[in-house]
T-cell receptor, first 118, second 110 residues
């Protein structure tokens, strides 16, 4: 079964450094997302991406965050200057075209990148 | 945003049935999703409902009542591997933006 792949599985960085988290969504999917989960807390939406532009972003997704689809397969999340509170598991997800009834379709998540900011 | 409420933890024995309830605010609702998450792993899609009624998928079933803002996930013939957190998530008007609950930790005992 096709899956979303993320690299690295674990990233340790110092506060203030830039990090890039990488994702390869499922190949025929059109919609891409980043979510994060701070240890012991809820999964939180960060950003959605469609047709090479951001569709929606949450309050968490401030100017320190950016996303990019540099080629036909990769989807990246960049944090320019990491803070301690950015430590979390970051999940990439993708979905195929909308379900016409629900205006939604299931998100398929990658295994995540655990980001630790020291 | 929506408030998604679900119990924190449930315990059941192997072979039994467990029902995980989820309530949500109905404004901006656009489908109700259930995911399974083992510790340290990605959420895995189980089921979703957009219309009222029951959706059955093998040992898992999910029910939705939109007028009551209520859903449940039913797990039958529990197996040890079903021990995990079960996340209820509401679809919103924004495409792909899910509002997750805190998850219900299901512990299956022998």
């Amino acid at each position: 079964e096709p899956e979303v792949t993320q690299t690295p599985s674990h990233q340790v960085t110092q506060m203030g450094q830039e990090v890039i988290l990488r994702c390869v969504p499922i190949s025929n999917h059109l919609y891409f997302y980043w979510y994060r989960q701070i240890l012991g807390q809820k999964v939180e939406f960060l950003v959605s991406f469609y047709n090479n532009e951001i569709s929606e972003k949450s309050e968490i997704f401030d100017d320190q965050f950016s996303v990019e689809r540099p080629d036909g397969s990769n989807f990246t999340l960049k944090i320019r200057s990491t803070k301690l509170e950015d430590s979390a598991m970051y999940f990439c997800a993708s979905s195929e075209e909308r379900d016409r009834v629900a205006n939604n379709s299931p998100l398929h998540f990658g295994n995540g990148t655990r980001l630790t900011v020291t | 945003g929506q408030n998604i409420d679900q119990p924190t933890e449930m315990t059941a024995t192997e072979g039994a049935i467990v029902q995980i309830n989820c309530t949500y605010q109905t404004s901006g609702f656009n489908g109700l999703f259930w995911y399974q998450q083992h510790a340290g792993e990605a959420p895995t899609f189980l089921s979703y409902n957009v219309l009222d009624g029951l959706e059955e998928k093998g040992r898992f079933s999910s029910f939705l009542s939109r007028s009551k803002g209520y859903s449940y996930l039913l797990l039958k013939e529990l197996q040890m591997k079903d021990s995990a957190s079960y996340l209820c998530a509401g679809g919103t008007d924004s495409w792909g933006k899910l509002q997750f609950g805190a998850g219900t930790q299901v512990v299956v005992t022998p």
